[in-house]
């Protein structure tokens, strides 16, 4: 018998799913990592396979197909885990194409939003337990997205609207709550990551770090473990 998997959509070496993955390994969930943003035709995991599903960020714009074909593919998984009922998580790009493949619409943000800047609490929601009305997060995006029919909003910030929404069995963050210390670096150090940045601006970013993932990491813990438990409880119905 097929033993359910967690499955991650991951679009970019770098982008990878940090904190996402530590606490699905410390639930014992079982992981698999797929790059199919660039295939036409990619193989697939069967539904019963599925406990869960996490999309990655990414360079790209949610509805490029042309050039990555995989993406259109992508939103159709995710339209099918929702309707299953499966835990679906998506940061920065991945919370762009779950919201798009759901109905919302994407556009390009009044500007580019990269470092950190502070979100505001929505509504009070187990989805984003946020124990304060704003917090600062890490931002790595230009395009935007709104919450589609039927979503609830759950977070905003000056410039994006839609920082966080939860849809059925799906949550979005357009922020990276994922990033670990040892994640920021390797960011920060590849060139298509920091390219026409100022060492300035990439040093008030690690600063910026230091400073806010005292706040941020508990935060992490929290809605990432709770992801972890609702994948647990899906792999469990998959195989009774």
């Not at 790595?140 to 994006?160: F, I, R």
Request: proline share 6%; with cysteine; aromatic share 6%.
């Amino acid at each position: 018998m097929t033993t359910p998997k967690v499955f991650i959509l991951q679009h970019v070496p770098c982008e990878k799913p940090g904190r996402i993955l530590d606490n699905l390994d410390d639930l014992g969930m079982t992981s698999e990592t797929l790059s199919i943003a660039a295939q036409s035709d990619p193989d697939l995991p069967k539904s019963e396979e599925i406990a869960g599903l996490v999309v990655m960020g990414g360079p790209m714009g949610a509805l490029d197909f042309k050039e990555y074909p995989g993406l259109k593919t992508e939103a159709k998984l995710v339209r099918k885990a929702v309707k299953a009922g499966k835990p679906v998580l998506g940061i920065c790009l991945g919370h762009q194409i779950i919201a798009t493949a759901l109905g919302g619409k994407l556009q390009s943000g009044k500007c580019s939003e990269v470092g950190f800047a502070p979100i505001k609490r929505v509504a009070k929601s187990d989805w984003l337990p946020m124990w304060t009305d704003q917090m600062n997060v890490l931002n790595w995006h230009n395009d935007v997205v709104s919450v589609p029919e039927g979503g609830q909003l759950l977070a905003s910030s000056k410039y994006t609207e839609n920082q966080a929404f939860s849809y059925k069995s799906a949550l979005g963050l357009q922020f990276h709550l994922e990033v670990t210390p040892t994640l920021l670096d390797e960011w920060l150090t590849e060139p298509s990551m920091i390219e026409g940045m100022k060492k300035s601006q990439i040093e008030k970013i690690r600063e910026d770090f230091k400073r806010y993932d005292v706040e941020l990491q508990p935060l992490a813990e929290q809605v990432f473990s709770a992801f972890a438990v609702r994948c647990a409880a899906s792999a469990r119905a998959l195989s009774a």
